[in-house]
């Protein structure tokens, strides 16, 4: 993938107009090739740009107990930096680079100005969906705010596979519009496989991520010509989930 399809794919979610997108695209600075071990974000100074990552691995850092530990690792195509320019709030982690990398950033006033309009389109449509599901329902507006600009929406047409079981799973996704068949394999029997429809409104990939546990199905895209999803990495998704496990674990059994 190009740079420039790179960045594109990284700020998707902002749910920019056509115009508005090619103007971000270009405010974009870079490469700024980092050497491995160089600190770009020190957590609680002020932020002033985001960054897309297009190379390499960088590591997520926040002192917990007096210490410092790793709570998320941002690899090619992802964005970090971005909350401390929406809620105008000190940098939440430090981020340093694990090997040498590249990276490219966007400034403050540029966010500002352009995107934080689709930020506020994505947070509006978002919570017309997120706001009927019963997972969600216990959350504050602000908290339910806090975890929409924290998803990034993908698309994926009809018969792609999103998940496949046995696999390790690293996200937990929402079907935003649309439908996906889960397709769950017994290997000790020969019956036909049990399968799940989950529609618009309905989560899945939780699982994986609560118990550490190999993805317990198969998922595909099943609406035509494409399914969109809402999808959460797993440290976003220890992050900012952790009060609805409880209710997670209590309906695990939806699947059979």
Known sequence: MSVKGGLK??????????????????????PLVL???????????????LYVVTAGTLHCIKVINGEEMVVKTCV????FGELALLYNCPRAASVQ????????ELDRATFNNIVMEGVQRKRTQCLAVLEKVPLFQSLSRSELENIIDALKMERHA?????????????????????????????PE???????????????FGELALLHNAPR??????????????????????????????PFLEEHANRYG
């Open 9 to 30: 794919s990284a700020v998707g979610s902002w749910k920019l107009e056509p115009k508005d997108l090619e103007v971000v695209i270009a405010a974009f600075k870079g």
């Open 35 to 49: 050497e491995p071990g160089y600190r770009v974000i020190q957590e609680g100074d002020d932020g002033q740009h």
């Open 76 to 79: 090619q195509g992802d964005l």
């Open 97 to 104: 680079s694990g090997e040498e990398s590249v990276l490219w």
């Open 158 to 186: 009809y018969g792609t596979v999103i998940i496949q079981q046995g696999e390790f799973g690293e996200h937990f996704y929402i079907v935003y519009d649309g439908a996906v068949i889960a397709i769950k394999h017994d």
């Open 189 to 203: 029997q020969v019956e036909e496989p049990q399968t799940f429809l989950h529609e618009a409104g309905d989560y």
């Open 216 to 245: 317990g199905a198969t998922v595909q895209a099943y609406s035509e010509p494409e399914v969109t999803l809402l999808s959460m990495d797993r440290g976003t998704f220890g992050r900012l989930m952790g009060s609805l496990q």
